[in-house]
């Protein structure tokens, strides 16, 4: 079992930044592919990022592009989304999942979610 838990989000005007941590314990962090997701009110939850266990391979989907960036500290159990030139669209939760597969849906664990809100 790995128990995740996101944190960083906020309320930021248009064009700041964020940075999103979450926090594993359990079972071995670095055993694990790491994602990110959101869900915006009345839509469904999207991919936003991933990264392999050792962090070799990134990967977003085409609205971050350039914007986030995925990283994680397998020493410290955590992992990171750094988040600059947020737009009001980026308000969402956003959860953090972990799983075996280096996937874009599917994960076995996840966490709470940690709200963003981009103000215009």
């Known amino acids: 079992q790995v128990q995740l838990v996101e944190s960083g989000g906020g309320l930021v005007q248009a064009g700041g930044s964020l940075r999103l941590s979450c926090a594993a314990s359990?079972?071995?962090?670095?055993?694990?592919?790491m994602a990110w997701f959101r869900q915006a009110p009345g839509k469904e939850r999207e991919f936003v990022a991933r990264?392999?266990?050792?962090?070799?391979?990134?990967d977003y989907t085409d609205s971050v592009k350039g914007r986030f960036t995925i990283s994680r500290d397998n020493a410290k159990n955590t992992g990171y989304l750094q988040m600059n030139s947020l737009k009001p669209e980026d308000t969402a939760v956003y959860y953090c999942?972990?799983?075996?597969?280096?996937?874009?849906?599917?994960?076995?664990?996840w966490g709470q979610g940690t709200q963003v809100t981009v103000s215009s």
């Open positions: 359990g079972r071995t962090f670095g055993s694990y592919a």
């Open positions: 999942a972990a799983g075996l597969a280096y996937t874009k849906d599917s994960y076995a664990y």
């Open positions: 990264i392999t266990r050792s962090a070799e391979r990134t």
